[in-house]
């Protein structure tokens, strides 16, 4: 089993910056891709960004230039520094992860519990 644990959500005014974490733990052999996607009520859940075990990321059009993801692959932990924050960007932030299992190889995906953020003046 893995676990994904969220942190850095909370309320922010417009214009400003946060920093969600996301640290995997538990039986990993190898993490293919950790991502972030977004979900706001009635709405179905988002790709915000994404980044590969080869360091190659992915955005949504609506956060490029404001958004930034990285992860640190010793610790398996995934990075989104959000800048310029939008009222629009407020939504529950959930942690993805393709991970490997160990003796199988098989490829399964987590997720965490998800982290609120909130933009607002």
């Known amino acids: 089993q893995v676990q994904l644990v969220e942190s850095g959500g909370g309320l922010v005014q417009p214009g400003g910056s946060l920093r969600l974490s996301c640290a995997a733990s538990?039986?990993?052999?190898?993490?293919?891709?950790m991502g972030w996607y977004r979900q706001t009520p009635g709405k179905e859940r988002e790709l915000v960004a994404a980044?590969?075990?080869?360091?190659?990321?992915n955005y949504a059009d609506s956060v490029k230039g404001r958004f930034t993801i990285s992860r640190d692959n010793a610790n398996n932990t995934v990075y989104l520094q959000m800048n310029s924050l939008k009222p629009e960007d407020t939504a529950v932030y959930y942690c993805?992860?393709?991970?490997?299992?160990?003796?199988?190889?098989?490829?399964?995906?987590?997720w965490g519990q998800g982290t609120q953020v909130t933009v607002s003046s």
């Open positions: 538990g039986s990993i052999f190898s993490i293919k891709a």
């Open positions: 980044v590969a075990s080869g360091a190659s990321t």
């Open positions: 993805n992860a393709e991970v490997v299992a160990p003796w199988t190889g098989r490829l399964y995906a987590y």
